[in-house]
């Protein structure tokens, strides 16, 4: 009673946490920033020993300073599957590896099924169930 007098949100203890230090906060980051750059150190230096140095999709060639443009792309889409042979990957620029992603993505909306099942999932039903009836009766 006193909390909703007062005009304060009453929370249990057990359900709030201690925000973190700023310490903890920069040593977290840090954490995440350094496995971040392993992970994607490891597979593309290896996959820039393996393929040449061109891109995969358009096939310009990169050298020098610009060859951080190539990135290694991961054809199966999964970033934890890098297996040593390397044949999951291929190396594309930025250009052709942001249409890439682009296209994966407008994939799962137009090929994930049927048009009525997914129209169905998102509870808006298929807007095209009764296009041939409507068809038919304009005709008419």
Not at 24 to 41: C, F, I, P, Y
Not at 93 to 107: I, S
Not at 111 to 131: H, K, M, R, T
């Amino acid at each position: 009673m006193l909390a909703a007098r007062s005009g304060k949100k009453r929370t249990s203890m057990a359900n709030k946490k201690a925000p973190m230090t700023q310490a903890e906060r920069a040593k977290m980051l840090g954490e995440l920033r350094r496995d971040v750059a392993q992970r994607k150190s490891s597979y593309r230096v290896r996959a820039l020993k393996m393929y040449p140095h061109i891109c995969a999709s358009c096939g310009r060639e990169f050298e020098g300073k610009r060859l951080k443009e190539l990135t290694v792309h991961h054809k199966d889409h999964n970033h934890d599957n890098n297996s040593s042979d390397g044949s999951n990957w291929e190396l594309l620029c930025l250009y052709c590896h942001d249409h890439e992603h682009e296209k994966q993505k407008d994939g799962k909306y137009m090929n994930a099924g049927s048009a009525s099942v997914q129209f169905e999932e998102s509870g808006f039903g298929n807007p095209f169930d009764n296009l041939d009836s409507m068809m038919e009766q304009d005709e008419n």
